[in-house]
Structures are given as C-alpha cells and as structure tokens.
C-alpha cells in the first residue's frame, strides 16, 4: 500500500510559479513510477506528467512541456511538479498518483493504482 498526500496548490497570478510535493508513506515507493494529473471543472482528468522510479526518466504532455518540471527525492519519499509561466487554462485539481512499472514511465491512467486527494491550482489573469 502506497498512501499519497499533495501539498503546494494555491492561488496564483498568470506567469507566476508554485512547486506541487506529493509526499507518500508506505513501503517500496522508491520502485514506482509516479505521474501528475490534473482535472479542470466540467473536463475530463488528463495527464500532465510523470517520473519513472530513478527519477532518471521524464514525460511530459504537450501543453506543459517547458514550462512545467517533474522530479523526486526517494530519501525523502516526495515527487514535486515544479510549475513556472502558469497560466490561467492550468487552473484545475492536480493530484498525484504512482503506478508499479518495469522502470519505465507511466501514461495510462488506468495502470495508477495509488492516488493522493488532490490539490487546488488557481491562475488569475
């Protein structure tokens, strides 16, 4: 079992920036793959970007790439979603999740069987 809690949401102006940790407990995380995704009222969760276990492998989705960077610290057991140049569209619930994987990354939301409960982004314009 892999328990998930998200930290960092909040509110924002447009080209600003704010840091997303997903910090876990629970044994082995270090050997998942974990991946950020975000879901904006009335449209459907999408994937925003993940990080294979090392840490050595990102992916990110078209519309964040550049702008937004994945990495993690398995001594401390935290993944952060470094996100700068926000603008309003990132406005949604950004919840983290991990997903056992061969080492490689994850895009599928279906292969995610661990999630946290999500955290508020607001970008004013």
């Known amino acids: 079992q892999v328990q998930l809690v998200e930290s960092g949401g909040g509110l924002v102006q447009a080209g600003g920036s704010l840091r997303l940790s997903c910090a876990a407990s629970?044994?082995?995380?270090?050997?998942?793959?974990v991946g950020w995704f975000r879901q904006a009222p009335g449209k459907a969760r999408e994937f925003v970007a993940a990080?294979?276990?090392?840490?050595?492998?990102?992916y990110y989705a078209d519309s964040v790439k550049g702008r937004f960077t994945i990495s993690r610290d398995n001594a401390k057991n935290t993944v952060y979603l470094q996100m700068n140049s926000l603008k309003p569209d990132d406005t949604a619930v950004y919840s983290c999740?991990?997903?056992?994987?061969?080492?490689?990354?994850?895009?599928?939301?279906?292969?995610?069987?661990?999630w946290g409960q999500g955290a508020q982004v607001t970008v004013s314009s």
């Open positions: 999740a991990a997903a056992a994987s061969g080492g490689g990354i994850v895009t599928l939301t279906s292969l995610y069987a661990y």
């Open positions: 629970g044994r082995s995380f270090s050997t998942y793959a």
């Open positions: 990080v294979n276990w090392t840490g050595g492998r990102t």
